[in-house]
């Protein structure tokens, strides 16, 4: 078990650039969830999967973005026409609710920084 | 919608002392459960301990404990005997999905 992966771990684009993340799930963890956290904030929610189904968005997220986990497994969370407003550290996290002896606390990646200039 | 309060901005301990972090939060979700994060300067955010609206005792979870108290809706995380590892951003989150903006917490030497 190599824990939850993002790539890149950093990201430096130009303002109307697209921009994609990966993250990889540990696993055999059947939800994924993605976050956005700025600077001296805790993460916002932005979207959670339960296998490939979407299962919840924010409001926080645009139609400028776009999250998908088509096989169940890795998922990508694309942004496009970047604004400097979108620069922020995304968080990816999975869990596996119901796991005997576990509390479906959610296990987090190292996070993609995402600068827009 | 849950709201998440973390008063302490920024709290400072002596190493081997104990230090409270408060978190209290408004939910009108009848069965809930409150988690506690660690994001150290890495960046990774770290699950420490867990707290089920129903549980009976506070949890622990070797140095970290919470008293909760339902009525309040607190839920402040204790760690005792800190540790220089302990400094990191701390964060409380019920299951919905929302996070407070954290506590600062350094320990000093």
């Known amino acids: 078990d190599t824990g939850v992966s993002q790539d890149p771990r950093h990201k430096i684009t130009k303002r109307g650039q697209n921009v994609t993340f990966r993250c990889d799930p540990i696993s055999e963890h059947n939800r994924l969830y993605w976050y956005r956290q700025t600077l001296g904030q805790g993460p916002e929610f932005l979207t959670y999967?339960?296998?490939?189904?979407?299962?919840?968005k924010s409001r926080l997220l645009s139609d400028r973005f776009s999250a998908e986990r088509p096989k169940g497994s890795f998922s990508t969370l694309e942004i496009q026409r970047t604004e400097q407003g979108d620069s922020a550290m995304y968080l990816c996290?999975?869990?596996?609710?119901?796991?005997?002896?576990?509390?479906?606390?959610?296990?987090f990646g190292p996070g993609t920084r995402l600068t827009v200039l | 919608a849950q709201k998440i309060t973390q008063t302490q901005p920024g709290m400072f301990v002596q190493e081997k002392e104990a230090v409270t972090l408060d978190c209290t939060y408004d939910?009108?979700?009848?069965?809930?459960?409150l988690f506690w994060y660690k994001q150290p300067s890495s960046g990774e955010m770290i699950f420490l301990i867990y707290?089920?609206?129903?549980?009976?005792q506070n949890a622990t979870e070797g140095r970290y404990s919470l008293n909760f108290q339902k009525a309040r809706k607190s839920a402040n995380l204790v760690i005792s005997a800190s540790q220089l590892g302990d400094s990191a951003m701390y964060f409380c989150s019920p299951e919905k999905l929302v996070f407070g903006k954290g506590t600062k917490l350094t320990v000093n030497p």
């Open positions: 996290a999975s869990s596996f609710p119901g796991l005997a002896g576990r509390y479906n606390e959610q296990f």
């Open positions: 939910t009108s979700d009848p069965s809930y459960g």
């Open positions: 999967f339960q296998n490939e189904a979407q299962l919840e």
């Open positions: 707290q089920g609206s129903y549980d009976q």
